[in-house]
């Protein structure tokens, strides 16, 4: 069996190429297919989430504790619109600084936590220990926990329901690799992955979804308005049929993926984009206020 670190290394390998795969074949973005005829899209009942628009900050493996200080001078310093719920994910170590320092205008999230009760699992924190410190939110599915660390969907969805019961809200990710999107399997990717956190999942009220198409995170390559759209309102599609219309109606999806101070308003206008998980751009004080106040385009579309 490979060591570790040539595993990790093999992983990352894996990532780094996945990246460069969708660079280079950015040129051609416009011709990627969905995964569904144009004919079925146009009969997609879009009904947009009622909930307040929502922005997520996920600052994954990065910082230190004065930098992390001076982002948080600066997001405390910003000002907010109060139509929109705004959530930051700091690295474990760092969720006490946060929570000692940053406003309650901000709510706090773990980036993964445990399948179950804390024991004896090297390395990993439990949904308890989150609680216990004022965490109230969790990411989980990420596409690098996915494709990177290994997770698989039922493990994803077993999670989640876990993270639930102890009254940690979830953020859900879901998101096709570029390959299944050039194959046409966007749809059936979202749906197998939507699929596992419905087994698994009995109450949406604390779940907010976020679509983030792998070939978009951290590449600098956005999905365009018009291809997020036409997968939010299909994920919609998918929860009214084998969820509910309640749940359809009410629960938010939200976009992640290059999302900028610069794209992030396009983007919000689109009635199945119901906010944003932003990476590289969170770690910005103003720029992520910029993306926060986005909401402002959405109120002007509607």
Same mark, same amino acid.
């Given at each position: 069996?490979?060591?570790?670190?040539?595993?990790?290394?093999?992983?990352?390998?894996?990532?780094?190429?996945?990246?460069?795969?969708?660079?280079?074949?950015?040129?051609?973005?416009?011709?990627?297919?969905?995964?569904?005829?144009?004919?079925?899209?146009?009969?997609?009942?879009?009904?947009?989430?009622?909930?307040?628009?929502?922005?997520?900050?996920?600052?994954?493996?990065?910082?230190?504790?004065?930098?992390?200080?001076?982002?948080?001078?600066?997001?405390?310093?910003?000002?907010?619109?109060?139509?929109?719920?705004?959530?930051?994910?700091?690295?474990?170590?760092?969720?006490?600084?946060?929570?000692?320092?940053?406003?309650?205008?901000?709510?706090?999230?773990?980036?993964?936590?445990?399948?179950?009760?804390?024991?004896?699992?090297?390395?990993?924190?439990?949904?308890?220990?989150?609680?216990?410190?004022?965490?109230?939110?969790?990411?989980?599915?990420? *596409?690098?926990?996915?494709?990177?660390?290994?997770?698989?969907?039922?493990?994803?969805?077993?999670?989640?329901?876990?993270?639930?019961?102890?009254?940690?809200?979830?953020?859900?990710?879901?998101?096709?690799?570029?390959?299944?999107?050039?194959?046409?399997?966007?749809?059936?990717?979202?749906?197998?992955?939507?699929?596992?956190?419905?087994?698994?999942?009995?109450?949406?009220?604390?779940?907010?979804?976020?679509?983030?198409?792998?070939?978009?995170?951290?590449?600098?390559?956005?999905?365009?308005?018009?291809?997020?759209?036409?997968?939010?309102?299909?994920?919609?599609?998918?929860?009214?049929?084998?969820?509910?219309?309640?749940?359809?109606?009410?629960?938010?999806?939200?976009?992640?993926?290059?999302?900028?101070?610069?794209?992030?308003?396009?983007?919000?206008?689109?009635?199945?984009?119901?906010?944003?998980?932003?990476?590289?751009?969170?770690?910005?004080?103003?720029?992520?206020?910029?993306?926060?106040?986005?909401?402002? *385009?959405?109120?002007?579309?509607?």
């Amino acid at each position: 069996m490979a060591a570790p670190s040539s595993l990790a290394s093999s992983h990352l390998s894996r990532l780094a190429d996945l990246r460069r795969a969708a660079v280079n074949a950015a040129p051609q973005q416009h011709q990627l297919r969905l995964g569904c005829s144009r004919r079925r899209a146009q009969r997609l009942v879009a009904m947009a989430g009622s909930g307040k628009f929502f922005v997520g900050g996920n600052w994954k493996c990065n910082g230190t504790k004065e930098s992390i200080s001076k982002l948080i001078s600066d997001l405390n310093a910003a000002t907010l619109e109060n139509d929109v719920d705004v959530v930051v994910a700091p690295p474990f170590i760092y969720i006490d600084q946060v929570k000692n320092s940053l406003t309650d205008r901000i709510e706090v999230s773990a980036q993964n936590t445990w399948i179950g009760k804390g024991g004896a699992f090297t390395g990993e924190i439990s949904a308890e220990q989150l609680v216990d410190i004022g965490c109230q939110w969790v990411i989980l599915g990420h *596409s690098e926990r996915r494709h990177v660390i290994g997770e698989d969907d039922q493990f994803i969805g077993k999670k989640a329901a876990y993270a639930l019961s102890q009254n940690l809200k979830v953020m859900a990710c879901i998101g096709e690799l570029l390959e299944e999107r050039e194959a046409g399997k966007t749809f059936d990717v979202c749906f197998k992955q939507m699929k596992a956190f419905a087994d698994n999942i009995t109450n949406w009220t604390d779940v907010v979804i976020a679509y983030e198409p792998v070939w978009a995170i951290g590449t600098g390559k956005v999905a365009s308005p018009e291809q997020a759209q036409e997968v939010h309102a299909a994920v919609r599609d998918w929860l009214k049929t084998n969820v509910s219309a309640d749940v359809a109606s009410s629960v938010r999806i939200i976009y992640g993926g290059s999302v900028n101070a610069a794209n992030c308003a396009e983007l919000a206008k689109k009635e199945d984009i119901d906010g944003f998980l932003v990476g590289g751009a969170s770690l910005k004080g103003p720029d992520f206020a910029t993306i926060c106040n986005s909401v402002t *385009s959405k109120k002007v579309a509607a």
